[in-house]
Nanobody, 127 residues
Framework: QVQLVESGGGLVQAGGSLRLSCAFSGGTFSSYVMGWFRQAPGKEREFVAAITGIARSTYYANFVEGRFTISRDNAKNTVYLQMNRLKPEDTAVYYC????????????????????WGQGTQVTVSS
């Protein structure tokens, strides 16, 4: 059974940076597309970024605007989300998700497409 464990959230001032990590276990990591989503209080869960398994192609939500970078280390079974120039509106619980697939990363931009989810990590950006 695939398990995902996020870490790296916390409190940061606007303009600061955080790096989220998601540790994967229970499957062949390189076969999985990995995604990051977030959910702010009172809002629906929204797509942030996705990365494919072997080719490591990436795709981002428009609001990222070049501030975030998704990456993966297939040797460590870990996916990362480097977040720079954080804004108060980035405050949310951030979730890691996984699904097997071999399409381009842009295909995997909705939560319904993912099979496995982590428990989430809180990111709070103060103004």
């Amino acid at each position: 059974q695939v398990q995902l464990v996020e870490s790296g959230g916390g409190l940061v001032q606007a303009g600061g940076s955080l790096r989220l990590s998601c540790a994967f276990s229970g499957g062949t990591f390189s076969s999985y597309v990995m995604g990051w989503f977030r959910q702010a209080p009172g809002k629906e869960r929204e797509f942030v970024a996705a990365i494919t398994g072997i080719a490591r192609s990436t795709y981002y939500a428009n609001f990222v605007e070049g501030r975030f970078t998704i990456s993966r280390d297939n040797a460590k079974n870990t996916v990362y989300l480097q977040m720079n120039r954080l804004k108060p509106e980035d405050t949310a619980v951030y979730y890691c998700a996984a699904v097997t697939g071999f399409r381009s990363a842009s295909y995997y931009d909705t939560s319904a497409q993912y099979r496995y989810w982590g428990q989430g990590t809180q990111v709070t950006v103060s103004s």
